[in-house]
């Protein structure tokens, strides 16, 4: 029964986070007909069994005395939209296209190809693009602010578990988007330069974020524009792959690593992959399955077990494979190019 | 992240019930290509990855030595289209009406209202009625179907918590569709007699239903069409509301208990309604508290607490008001008219 509900929670938290909720009570705490005015609501009895069930689900509480509504600790932290840590986006993202997307799972499965056309009719060729993701400015923004606020909860994580990530001087994020893991990696080393390698596109959201760090790392952050299958890559000695190559099939992700793997310096060169990783016989954890899903409805990759990293990486020649289990959302895989 | 994740494991379970996967699962164990071929889907790869989120969510198991997949024990009882217990029609009207009606939460929160309309593009006029589920043939079978496999998996439980059950003779389940607690009542009571009061376009799916039983029970129960609002109700000593209060609000409630209190002779006489209970401050449980939204999204109705119930009854006149957890998906409240 829980399985078969599990879609009435999700909506019950996109609609909480879609109605600004958490940002009105990280204020103040607030009665049931304050609320009803903030949020511009008519209706107090519709308004009163909606928040009953984000208390079932712990999202908010209600203080029996005062009679005022307030945020859990972890709502404050991941619910509000101006937290350093907020999921809003990612969470907007699922509410505005996965939860659409996933009716077409049944014909995902049937035709192994990503369902954006069948849902939104946005049109595209043969080929996975992400012109889907992209298909018009608030989506985009919206694709950023998601992966931006999932890679702020995971990212410190996977630096962390690099011990000798003070050893490196240069750093590119192949696809860096908005600079979550470029910003992470500035913080936890003082000495490094970073690269944001991703489309032209993306550049104005990368410059909107990195504006907010202070100046200390932004002065280390340069945006370079590019194509990551086309174009020529910057020299760095250590290459980060973000939540990229469970975007792509095999034959794209060899290309790419191979194509890391040529741009690193014969000496103290590594690449640092961050994906959710499966477990070796795929059957868990259920968020790395459901992810591998979403894979299946939205792209043209899927998510990959430690061993089958271990394997693209070897096929081009890295050495010293390692996987770290971050118990985040992202686990971490290091090569290296020498012993 | 797991109530993110919430609507990708529904969906997973809502494809893996709409391939009939478990129907297919339940008859043999199959390897990956046999099952293929049997669900008609040509890219083993997308099949593969699909049956892992499956494994990860414990709706079905591979033996790691004949690599041949099968059902969980649970699966087999709950999850088979021919299983006595299947509550596949429930996990379709999930998939094929609330999922999308979910969406529209939103707006049932600023209107008080159900979302038929702009979900479904349903024309109804401003009072809800069940015109929306039953829109065509098939959706209303399937809200049969639906409803019938929630009832047989608590409706055992609702019955076995009244310790007088066997005294009562005559037995009324208003709008008892397709007659699963008249069934239900029958097996625990061999000297009842039992009416199923519904609408006249309900009858078919009753009678489908009812013939499905033995002799010694489809012997004992007629169908009376009426609708309940609107028509005089039978003469019993048992009347029965299984999920019928929770679909209206509390003035329509009072009307009919009030019908119903009329109806029952003065002694022995008694109501008994199967609905999920909420907690008395409302917190939960959770499944309770969705189910409430989706009264919301979906009807005039809601959920209601112990004492909420206890007050509707007294109003009209019923004593001796009780209300038993069963530990099921529906709890059970009694209330008699004498003493």
């Known amino acids: 029964m829980s399985i078969i509900d599990g879609y009435r929670c999700s909506q019950t938290l996109f609609t909480a986070v879609g109605l600004k909720l958490f940002d009105h009570l990280t204020k103040e705490e607030l009665l049931l007909e304050d609320l009803a005015n903030k949020l511009n609501l008519p209706h107090l009895p519709a308004l009163e069994r909606f928040l009953n069930a984000c208390i079932a689900l712990k999202l908010i509480q209600l203080d029996k005395t005062n009679k005022k509504y307030s945020n859990t600790p972890s709502s404050n932290k991941y619910l509000v939209s101006k937290s350093p840590d907020t999921l809003t986006g990612y969470i907007g993202h699922n509410s505005q296209s996965s939860y659409l997307l996933w009716t077409k799972l049944p014909n995902a499965i049937h035709e192994n190809a990503p369902q954006w056309q069948k849902t939104f009719n946005t049109i595209h060729g043969e ?36 011990d000798n990530f003070q050893q490196f001087k240069t750093f590119c994020d192949i696809g860096g988007a908005t600079g979550c893991l470029a910003i992470t990696a500035c913080k936890a080393n003082p000495n490094l330069q970073a690269i944001i390698f991703d489309l032209p596109r993306i550049e104005k959201h990368a410059v909107q974020y990195i504006n907010q760090t202070s100046a200390d790392i932004r002065n280390r952050i340069i ?22 190559l469970h975007d792509w099939n095999d034959e794209k992700c060899q290309i790419l690593v191979e194509k890391i793997y ?54 081009v020649g890295f050495k010293n494979i390692k996987c770290f289990w971050t118990g985040t959302y992202l686990d971490a895989i290091i090569g290296y190019k020498s012993n």
């Open 127 to 162: 080929e996975f693009t992400f012109d889907s993701f992209y298909r018009d400015e608030n989506t985009e923004a919206l694709f950023m602010s998601a992966m931006h606020g999932l890679g702020l909860t995971c990212f410190p994580a996977v630096v962390a578990s690099i």
């Open 223 to 244: 945006f370079q524009s590019g194509d990551f299958f086309r174009d020529p890559l910057p020299r760095a000695d250590l290459f980060t792959l973000g939540r990229i």
């Open 262 to 315: 040529r741009a690193l310096p014969e000496m103290n060169g590594a690449i640092l992959i961050a994906e959710k990783l499966l477990v070796e016989d795929k059957s868990g954890p259920v968020t790395a399955n459901m992810q591998d899903l979403n894979m299946l409805v939205a792209t043209a990759g899927r998510e990959r077990t430690c061993p089958e990293y271990k394997e693209l990486l070897e096929k």
